[in-house]
Protein backbone atom coordinates (compact mmCIF):
# COMPACT_ATOMS: atom_id res chain seq x y z
CA UNK A 1 0.00 0.00 0.00
CA UNK A 2 2.77 2.67 0.90
CA UNK A 3 4.76 1.73 -2.61
CA UNK A 4 1.52 2.33 -4.53
CA UNK A 5 0.94 5.70 -2.37
CA UNK A 6 4.41 6.88 -3.53
CA UNK A 7 3.91 5.74 -7.03
CA UNK A 8 0.88 7.32 -6.87
CA UNK A 9 2.02 10.67 -5.43
CA UNK A 10 5.00 10.52 -7.85
CA UNK A 11 2.64 10.19 -10.75
CA UNK A 12 0.40 13.24 -10.10
CA UNK A 13 3.88 15.15 -9.66
CA UNK A 14 5.13 14.51 -12.98
CA UNK A 15 1.68 15.15 -14.69
CA UNK A 16 1.23 18.29 -12.58
CA UNK A 17 4.63 19.58 -13.55
CA UNK A 18 4.06 18.50 -17.67
CA UNK A 19 0.60 20.11 -16.94
CA UNK A 20 2.58 23.41 -15.83
CA UNK A 21 5.05 23.53 -18.82
CA UNK A 22 1.70 23.04 -20.87
CA UNK A 23 -0.03 26.24 -19.24
CA UNK A 24 3.04 28.49 -19.61
CA UNK A 25 3.60 27.26 -23.54
CA UNK A 26 0.28 28.00 -24.19
CA UNK A 27 0.54 31.76 -22.24
CA UNK A 28 3.71 33.09 -23.63
CA UNK A 29 3.66 31.03 -27.41
CA UNK A 30 1.30 33.37 -28.87
CA UNK A 31 2.92 36.44 -27.87
CA UNK A 32 5.86 35.57 -30.32
CA UNK A 33 6.07 36.19 -33.79
CA UNK A 34 7.61 38.15 -36.83
CA UNK A 35 4.66 41.07 -36.31
CA UNK A 36 5.22 42.84 -32.81
CA UNK A 37 1.51 43.59 -30.81
CA UNK A 38 0.24 44.97 -27.98
CA UNK A 39 -1.35 42.87 -25.45
CA UNK A 40 -3.50 45.58 -23.73
CA UNK A 41 -4.74 46.27 -27.44
CA UNK A 42 -5.48 42.58 -28.24
CA UNK A 43 -7.30 41.83 -24.69
CA UNK A 44 -8.91 45.52 -25.39
CA UNK A 45 -10.43 44.14 -28.83
CA UNK A 46 -8.84 46.43 -31.33
CA UNK A 47 -7.60 45.94 -34.46
CA UNK A 48 -4.82 44.32 -35.77
CA UNK A 49 -3.52 43.17 -32.57
CA UNK A 50 -6.54 41.19 -31.51
CA UNK A 51 -6.62 39.26 -35.05
CA UNK A 52 -3.16 38.73 -34.71
CA UNK A 53 -3.42 37.65 -31.49
CA UNK A 54 -6.60 35.57 -31.26
CA UNK A 55 -7.24 34.45 -35.24
CA UNK A 56 -3.76 33.77 -36.00
CA UNK A 57 -1.67 33.13 -33.30
CA UNK A 58 -3.76 31.37 -30.90
CA UNK A 59 -5.15 29.17 -32.55
CA UNK A 60 -2.13 27.88 -34.18
CA UNK A 61 -0.77 27.10 -31.14
CA UNK A 62 -3.39 25.45 -29.77
CA UNK A 63 -3.50 22.91 -33.02
CA UNK A 64 -0.08 22.66 -32.40
CA UNK A 65 -0.54 21.66 -29.12
CA UNK A 66 -3.75 19.50 -30.18
CA UNK A 67 -1.23 18.10 -32.78
CA UNK A 68 2.06 17.38 -30.73
CA UNK A 69 0.04 15.95 -27.85
CA UNK A 70 -1.51 13.08 -29.74
CA UNK A 71 0.98 12.19 -32.08
CA UNK A 72 3.51 11.82 -28.60
CA UNK A 73 0.69 9.94 -26.63
CA UNK A 74 0.09 7.82 -30.19
CA UNK A 75 4.10 7.15 -29.95
CA UNK A 76 4.13 6.11 -26.23
CA UNK A 77 0.77 3.95 -27.29
CA UNK A 78 2.57 1.84 -30.53
CA UNK A 79 5.75 1.33 -28.52
CA UNK A 80 3.74 -0.38 -26.06
CA UNK A 81 1.98 -2.50 -28.59
CA UNK A 82 4.86 -3.45 -30.51
CA UNK A 83 7.76 -3.22 -27.39
CA UNK A 84 9.56 -1.06 -29.24
CA UNK A 85 11.17 2.02 -28.33
CA UNK A 86 11.83 2.62 -32.10
CA UNK A 87 7.72 2.72 -33.27
CA UNK A 88 6.25 6.04 -34.04
CA UNK A 89 2.89 6.79 -35.02
CA UNK A 90 4.32 6.46 -38.35
CA UNK A 91 4.93 2.85 -38.08
CA UNK A 92 1.78 1.33 -39.18
CA UNK A 93 0.93 3.40 -42.07
CA UNK A 94 -2.24 5.71 -40.97
CA UNK A 95 -0.08 8.84 -41.63
CA UNK A 96 0.94 7.14 -44.92
CA UNK A 97 -2.57 6.35 -46.37
CA UNK A 98 -3.72 10.53 -45.05
CA UNK A 99 -0.73 11.34 -46.96
CA UNK A 100 -2.01 9.49 -50.02
CA UNK A 101 -5.21 11.20 -49.84
CA UNK A 102 -3.97 14.60 -49.48
CA UNK A 103 -1.72 14.17 -52.07
CA UNK A 104 -4.32 13.03 -54.11
CA UNK A 105 -6.83 15.79 -53.61
CA UNK A 106 -3.88 18.01 -54.40
CA UNK A 107 -3.33 16.59 -58.08
CA UNK A 108 -6.81 16.53 -58.38
CA UNK A 109 -6.92 20.04 -57.37
CA UNK A 110 -9.91 19.48 -55.34
CA UNK A 111 -11.39 23.02 -54.10
CA UNK A 112 -13.82 22.51 -51.07
CA UNK A 113 -15.56 19.03 -49.37
CA UNK A 114 -18.79 21.22 -47.26
CA UNK A 115 -17.40 23.55 -45.12
CA UNK A 116 -13.97 21.37 -44.84
CA UNK A 117 -10.92 21.91 -47.25
CA UNK A 118 -10.80 18.79 -49.58
CA UNK A 119 -7.52 18.40 -48.75
CA UNK A 120 -8.57 17.27 -44.72
CA UNK A 121 -11.49 15.33 -46.04
CA UNK A 122 -9.19 13.39 -48.60
CA UNK A 123 -6.99 12.90 -45.85
CA UNK A 124 -9.17 11.85 -43.09
CA UNK A 125 -10.49 9.31 -45.37
CA UNK A 126 -7.03 8.04 -46.68
CA UNK A 127 -6.30 7.21 -43.15
CA UNK A 128 -9.62 5.71 -42.28
CA UNK A 129 -8.97 3.26 -45.90
CA UNK A 130 -5.72 2.46 -44.84
CA UNK A 131 -7.01 1.48 -41.03
CA UNK A 132 -9.65 -0.59 -42.79
CA UNK A 133 -6.76 -2.26 -44.81
CA UNK A 134 -4.52 -3.10 -42.06
CA UNK A 135 -6.72 -3.85 -39.54
CA UNK A 136 -8.52 -6.78 -42.60
CA UNK A 137 -4.65 -7.99 -43.25
CA UNK A 138 -3.41 -8.24 -39.42
CA UNK A 139 -6.88 -10.17 -38.61
CA UNK A 140 -7.00 -13.41 -40.59
CA UNK A 141 -7.70 -16.49 -38.24
CA UNK A 142 -9.52 -14.47 -35.96
CA UNK A 143 -6.70 -12.65 -33.78
CA UNK A 144 -4.55 -9.83 -33.98
CA UNK A 145 -0.78 -10.19 -32.52
CA UNK A 146 1.61 -6.74 -32.80
CA UNK A 147 4.12 -8.97 -35.34
CA UNK A 148 1.42 -9.35 -37.69
CA UNK A 149 -0.22 -5.86 -37.58
CA UNK A 150 3.81 -4.36 -37.67
CA UNK A 151 4.10 -6.36 -41.10
CA UNK A 152 0.73 -5.10 -42.33
CA UNK A 153 1.36 -1.71 -41.71
CA UNK A 154 4.97 -1.41 -43.15
CA UNK A 155 3.46 -3.18 -46.27
CA UNK A 156 1.03 -0.85 -46.41
CA UNK A 157 2.99 2.02 -45.82
CA UNK A 158 5.59 0.80 -48.39
CA UNK A 159 2.37 0.82 -51.27
CA UNK A 160 0.68 4.43 -49.89
CA UNK A 161 4.66 6.07 -50.26
CA UNK A 162 4.96 4.23 -53.83
CA UNK A 163 1.47 5.87 -55.05
CA UNK A 164 2.94 9.17 -53.64
CA UNK A 165 6.27 9.37 -55.20
CA UNK A 166 3.67 8.06 -58.53
CA UNK A 167 0.96 10.69 -58.27
CA UNK A 168 3.80 13.44 -57.34
CA UNK A 169 5.85 12.63 -60.95
CA UNK A 170 2.56 13.07 -62.26
CA UNK A 171 1.37 16.34 -61.01
CA UNK A 172 1.75 19.92 -62.61
CA UNK A 173 4.32 22.48 -61.42
CA UNK A 174 2.09 24.01 -59.14
CA UNK A 175 0.47 20.74 -57.77
CA UNK A 176 3.79 19.36 -57.15
CA UNK A 177 5.30 22.06 -55.53
CA UNK A 178 1.89 22.05 -53.27
CA UNK A 179 2.58 18.20 -52.22
CA UNK A 180 6.40 19.01 -51.90
CA UNK A 181 5.06 21.75 -49.24
CA UNK A 182 2.44 19.59 -47.71
CA UNK A 183 4.39 16.66 -47.21
CA UNK A 184 6.96 18.48 -45.12
CA UNK A 185 3.75 18.66 -42.04
CA UNK A 186 3.09 22.28 -41.43
CA UNK A 187 0.64 24.25 -38.90
CA UNK A 188 -1.48 26.84 -39.94
CA UNK A 189 -3.62 28.41 -38.95
CA UNK A 190 -7.96 27.53 -38.31
CA UNK A 191 -10.48 28.32 -37.52
CA UNK A 192 -11.75 27.71 -33.75
CA UNK A 193 -14.69 25.53 -34.69
CA UNK A 194 -12.39 23.35 -36.79
CA UNK A 195 -10.08 23.39 -33.08
CA UNK A 196 -13.13 22.12 -31.76
CA UNK A 197 -14.20 19.58 -34.23
CA UNK A 198 -10.70 18.32 -33.78
CA UNK A 199 -11.29 18.34 -30.15
CA UNK A 200 -13.99 16.11 -29.76
CA UNK A 201 -12.73 13.52 -32.37
CA UNK A 202 -9.96 12.77 -30.02
CA UNK A 203 -11.16 13.53 -26.88
CA UNK A 204 -12.42 10.09 -26.84
CA UNK A 205 -9.62 8.20 -28.13
CA UNK A 206 -7.06 10.13 -25.76
CA UNK A 207 -9.77 9.23 -22.66
CA UNK A 208 -9.82 5.57 -23.48
CA UNK A 209 -5.83 5.41 -23.62
CA UNK A 210 -4.88 7.33 -20.60
CA UNK A 211 -8.05 4.94 -19.11
CA UNK A 212 -5.92 1.78 -19.91
CA UNK A 213 -2.87 2.43 -18.89
CA UNK A 214 -2.37 -0.57 -16.19
CA UNK A 215 -3.75 -2.80 -19.41
CA UNK A 216 -0.47 -1.25 -21.73
CA UNK A 217 2.07 -1.77 -18.71
CA UNK A 218 0.99 -5.65 -18.99
CA UNK A 219 0.95 -6.07 -22.94
CA UNK A 220 4.09 -4.07 -23.12
CA UNK A 221 6.02 -7.12 -20.82
CA UNK A 222 4.52 -9.46 -23.81
CA UNK A 223 1.23 -10.80 -24.95
CA UNK A 224 1.74 -14.14 -23.16
CA UNK A 225 2.21 -12.53 -20.05
CA UNK A 226 -1.10 -10.19 -20.81
CA UNK A 227 -2.72 -13.28 -21.33
CA UNK A 228 -1.73 -15.27 -18.11
CA UNK A 229 -2.45 -12.47 -16.18
CA UNK A 230 -6.13 -12.43 -17.28
CA UNK A 231 -5.97 -9.63 -20.03
CA UNK A 232 -7.21 -10.28 -23.45
CA UNK A 233 -4.36 -9.01 -25.62
CA UNK A 234 -5.94 -9.73 -28.67
CA UNK A 235 -8.70 -7.34 -27.82
CA UNK A 236 -6.77 -4.76 -26.07
CA UNK A 237 -4.16 -5.08 -29.74
CA UNK A 238 -6.71 -4.02 -31.61
CA UNK A 239 -8.05 -1.21 -29.52
CA UNK A 240 -5.02 0.28 -28.86
CA UNK A 241 -4.22 0.51 -32.79
CA UNK A 242 -7.89 1.96 -33.32
CA UNK A 243 -7.53 4.41 -31.32
CA UNK A 244 -4.11 5.58 -31.48
CA UNK A 245 -4.63 5.79 -35.70
CA UNK A 246 -7.33 7.96 -34.86
CA UNK A 247 -5.28 10.57 -33.31
CA UNK A 248 -2.55 9.75 -36.14
CA UNK A 249 -4.70 10.09 -38.72
CA UNK A 250 -6.93 13.11 -36.96
CA UNK A 251 -4.08 15.55 -36.77
CA UNK A 252 -2.02 13.93 -40.00
CA UNK A 253 -5.33 15.38 -41.84
CA UNK A 254 -4.61 18.76 -40.78
CA UNK A 255 -1.17 19.30 -40.30
CA UNK A 256 0.43 16.93 -42.86
CA UNK A 257 3.30 14.42 -41.85
CA UNK A 258 4.67 15.91 -38.93
CA UNK A 259 7.63 13.12 -38.04
CA UNK A 260 9.69 12.29 -34.81
CA UNK A 261 7.44 13.66 -32.07
CA UNK A 262 6.16 10.83 -31.34
CA UNK A 263 9.39 9.27 -31.19
CA UNK A 264 11.79 12.04 -28.84
CA UNK A 265 9.18 13.00 -26.26
CA UNK A 266 8.01 8.99 -25.25
CA UNK A 267 11.62 8.00 -25.26
CA UNK A 268 12.86 10.90 -23.92
CA UNK A 269 10.25 10.50 -21.19
CA UNK A 270 11.08 6.87 -20.44
CA UNK A 271 14.41 7.39 -20.02
CA UNK A 272 13.93 9.89 -17.60
CA UNK A 273 10.81 8.87 -15.78
CA UNK A 274 10.48 4.77 -16.16
CA UNK A 275 7.74 2.70 -18.69
CA UNK A 276 5.07 2.89 -16.12
CA UNK A 277 2.77 4.16 -18.35
CA UNK A 278 0.22 5.25 -15.63
CA UNK A 279 2.81 8.56 -15.65
CA UNK A 280 4.24 7.85 -19.52
CA UNK A 281 1.07 8.29 -21.31
CA UNK A 282 -0.36 11.44 -19.89
CA UNK A 283 2.94 13.41 -19.39
CA UNK A 284 3.68 12.21 -23.33
CA UNK A 285 0.40 13.98 -24.23
CA UNK A 286 1.28 17.41 -21.92
CA UNK A 287 5.43 17.26 -23.18
CA UNK A 288 4.26 16.49 -26.58
CA UNK A 289 1.90 19.74 -26.86
CA UNK A 290 4.65 21.70 -25.55
CA UNK A 291 7.11 20.27 -27.82
CA UNK A 292 5.41 20.60 -31.17
CA UNK A 293 4.38 24.15 -30.23
CA UNK A 294 7.90 25.21 -29.24
CA UNK A 295 8.92 24.14 -32.66
CA UNK A 296 6.20 25.62 -34.32
CA UNK A 297 7.29 28.85 -32.84
CA UNK A 298 10.93 28.46 -34.31
CA UNK A 299 9.45 27.98 -37.51
CA UNK A 300 7.64 30.73 -37.61
CA UNK A 301 10.08 33.38 -36.45
CA UNK A 302 13.69 32.01 -36.80
CA UNK A 303 13.32 33.05 -40.66
CA UNK A 304 10.45 35.58 -39.98
CA UNK A 305 8.80 36.87 -42.02
CA UNK A 306 9.37 33.40 -44.36
CA UNK A 307 8.42 30.52 -42.43
CA UNK A 308 10.48 27.13 -42.26
CA UNK A 309 7.50 24.13 -42.35
CA UNK A 310 7.57 22.85 -38.71
CA UNK A 311 8.20 18.82 -40.08
CA UNK A 312 11.69 20.61 -40.93
CA UNK A 313 12.60 21.43 -37.81
CA UNK A 314 10.91 18.37 -35.66
CA UNK A 315 13.08 16.37 -38.93
CA UNK A 316 16.24 18.34 -37.62
CA UNK A 317 15.73 17.58 -34.05
CA UNK A 318 14.47 13.70 -34.38
CA UNK A 319 16.88 12.66 -36.89
CA UNK A 320 20.69 13.27 -34.48
CA UNK A 321 18.01 11.74 -32.01
CA UNK A 322 17.15 8.74 -33.60
CA UNK A 323 20.78 7.95 -34.81
CA UNK A 324 21.63 8.27 -30.90
CA UNK A 325 18.92 6.10 -30.51
CA UNK A 326 20.46 3.22 -32.99
CA UNK A 327 23.96 3.40 -31.83
CA UNK A 328 22.50 3.07 -28.25
CA UNK A 329 20.74 -0.49 -29.06
CA UNK A 330 23.60 -1.31 -31.18
CA UNK A 331 26.03 -0.85 -28.16
CA UNK A 332 23.73 -2.42 -25.67
CA UNK A 333 23.82 -5.97 -28.20
CA UNK A 334 27.71 -6.01 -27.93
CA UNK A 335 28.41 -4.96 -24.28
Known amino acids: MAAEAATRRSVMKAVALAAA?????????????????????????????REVLFDLRLTRVLLSMIAGGCL????????????????????LGVSSGASLGA??????????????????????VGAATVLAIVMRLASEGGRMSSFTLLLAGVTINS????????????????????????????IDSVEFSTLGWLAILVAPAIFFILKQARQWNVLA????????????????????????????????ALT??????????????????????????????????????????VARTVIAPAEVPVGVITALLGGPFFIWLLRSRWRSLWL
Open 21 to 49: AAIVTLALAPLIGSTRIDLNRALAGLSPD
Open 103 to 124: VLALTLSWRAAGTLPAIWVASF
Open 159 to 186: ICLALILFLHSTAGFVQSFAITRWLMGG
Open 72 to 91: ALAGALFQALLRDALATPYT
Open 221 to 252: AGEEWAEARGVSANRLVRAGYLTGSLLTGAVT
Open 256 to 297: GPVGFVGLIVPHALRIRKGADHRLLLPCSFLWGASFLAICDT
